[in-house]
């Protein structure tokens, strides 16, 4: 599709902004059909300058949360959709969903249903938002659904602040001490070799160690930058096809400490969107469809997958997940009483309140142990460097003295 910057007048006076059509013919239909007088319209050129780049998740989860508690009450206070997408485009903060909003009330006013208008903006709302929406809508309890939506997004969001905040610790913590061991090693450490070599006598084997590393930092510390480089490329490249990022899965999920944490968090995800789906009616095959491409985890898609397979050919949910190590007893136990019970949405809406709180805790626990461990690793590297300069001192001290 192209885009076009048109400038012309609505009910509410002087309009301008941009659409996307795949014609000029189109835009201009679609901006008659939403109310606008077109004076003026012209096809965009894509540049290096104008393309839209952006790294990540376009919305944030917390304007996104914002956005759908916003839309819940404008509908429970008998606002029209139409309306309340013009609001809510007005007064986010978030300039990628205001260009959404934007376009989607183009397609409400020409009279498609707002879960279709927002299915082509897939780069804003991700599959599981427009089934969801779907689902609402067949059931006429859109507000509840955006209710619904929003509840699972906060809670989404908090798991995921956890998780980033236990790894965020000892990140940063160990990023300060490589900042200052450079520092050490660098500017430090060889305004004292020239005094050493002064003094000619025999040097601590700790001091000749940090001396040497100090040579080696200084003559080789591209080496070390590119390096970083080059696995911070290689791990980008790895998460952008599925085959290798479900090796990276792998590993992250087998890693001691951080893959347990890193396991809960996503079954945490993935049954609070099973939950979700199922108590708004969504079909429980696509449903499985859906969570497959949302869970953030290709270990854990995978045999999410394989339960969807196993329920096609009539057998139970749970099958492939009692087999699989990623998935502990009480997953399939829980789902296995919702599937006999037919309270599969209640007993998952469960589990994930189980494991977002084993989230909670295992981050708490883990910053109250990565604290001193951390402090005691830099105060043990930056000792060594001290002391290999104090000890030479003082023998130099001690010389001076004597003569």
Do not use: C
């Not at 930092?217 to 290798?244: C, D, H, N, P, S």
């Amino acid at each position: 599709m192209a885009k076009f910057k048109y400038t012309g007048r609505d009910r509410k006076g002087k309009k301008s902004g941009t659409i996307t059509a795949d014609t000029k013919k189109e835009a201009l239909t679609k901006l008659q059909k939403s109310g606008i007088r077109v004076k003026e319209i012209q096809q965009q050129a894509e540049t290096i300058f104008t393309k839209d780049i952006t790294i990540g998740r376009q919305v944030k989860l917390e304007h996104l949360v914002i956005f759908l508690r916003q839309f819940a009450t404008l509908l429970q206070a008998g606002v029209t959709v139409v309306d309340a997408t013009v609001i809510l485009s007005e007064q986010t903060e978030s300039k990628a969903l205001k260009k959404a909003l934007k376009q989607i009330e183009l397609e409400l006013r020409e009279g498609r249903p707002l879960s279709e208008a927002a299915s082509h903006q897939k780069k804003i709302f991700e599959p599981l938002f427009i089934n969801m929406l779907r689902a609402g809508e067949a059931t006429g309890s859109l507000d509840e659904t955006l209710d619904d939506m929003a509840e699972h997004y906060e809670r989404q969001y908090r798991t995921k602040q956890k998780v980033v905040s236990a790894l965020m610790y000892p990140a940063v913590v160990g990023l300060i001490a490589a900042g200052v061991v450079t520092f050490l090693l660098v500017s430090v450490v060889p305004t004292f070799v020239d005094m050493f070599a002064d003094f000619g006598g025999e040097l601590p084997a700790i001091t000749k160690f940090v001396i040497g590393a100090s040579e080696w930092m200084q003559r080789y510390w591209y080496v070390i930058l590119g390096l970083f480089l080059l696995f911070a490329a290689a791990v980008w490249a790895a998460r952008q096809r599925k085959e290798t990022k479900y090796y990276l899965d792998y590993f992250l999920l087998r890693l001691p400490v951080f893959g347990s944490l890193l396991q809960k968090a996503v079954l945490a995800r993935m049954t609070r969107t099973l939950s979700s789906l199922f108590s708004n009616s969504v079909p429980i095959l696509q449903a499985m469809e859906i969570v497959g491409r949302v869970v953030g985890n290709e270990v854990i898609a995978q045999v999410i997958h394989q339960s969807k397979d196993s329920l096609e050919r009539g057998r139970s949910l749970t099958e492939p997940m009692k087999k699989h190590w990623a998935f502990p007893p009480l997953i399939h136990h829980m789902i296995s009483i919702g599937e006999e019970t037919g309270s599969l949405d209640a007993m998952l809406g469960k589990v994930a309140d189980f494991y977002e709180k084993e989230v909670e805790a295992a981050t708490d626990r883990m910053k109250s142990l990565i604290e001193p461990l951390m402090i005691v690793v830099l105060a043990a590297i930056v000792g060594t460097i001290v002391t290999s300069i104090l000890v030479p001192m003082f023998e130099i001290f001690n010389a001076v003295q004597q003569s």
